[in-house]
Nanobody, 124 residues
Framework: QVQLVESGGGLVQAGASLSLSCEVS????????MGWFRQTPGKEREIVAA????????YLVDSVKDRFTISRDNAKSTVYLQMNSLKPEDTAVYFC?????????????????WGQGTQVTVSS
């Protein structure tokens, strides 16, 4: 059973920073891409960032480029999302996802396992 446990969410003011972590209980963690998604009520879950198996390739959705950074530590089976200059529109539940392949994946369908989500709220 693969488990993903997110942490680091919370309530912050606009302009602040938060760092999300996702620890994965997957023996083969280092072989697979990872991603962060977010979802607000009534909307589709959307990808925020993705990272390849070795961290050499990353993807960031346009709305978070220059503000967010995705990284991973394969020795710790953990993926991170550093969020800077947060905006109220970043408010959402953030989900960590483990890919089914080693290369970066954008569609939700290419992710095999999901965390339970962590709430990020940015006040104006």
């Amino acid at each position: 059973q693969v488990q993903l446990v997110e942490s680091g969410g919370g309530l912050v003011q606009a302009g602040a920073s938060l760092s999300l972590s996702c620890e994965v209980s997957r023996r083969t963690f280092s072989r697979y891409a990872m991603g962060w998604f977010r979802q607000t009520p009534g909307k589709e879950r959307e990808i925020v960032a993705a990272i390849s198996w070795n961290g050499d390739n990353t993807y960031l959705v346009d709305s978070v480029k220059d503000r967010f950074t995705i990284s991973r530590d394969n020795a710790k089976s953990t993926v991170y999302l550093q969020m800077n200059s947060l905006k109220p529109e970043d408010t959402a539940v953030y989900f960590c996802a483990a890919g089914a392949k080693s290369t970066i994946a954008v569609p939700r369908s290419e992710y095999a396992y999901w965390g339970q989500g962590t709430q990020v709220t940015v006040s104006s």
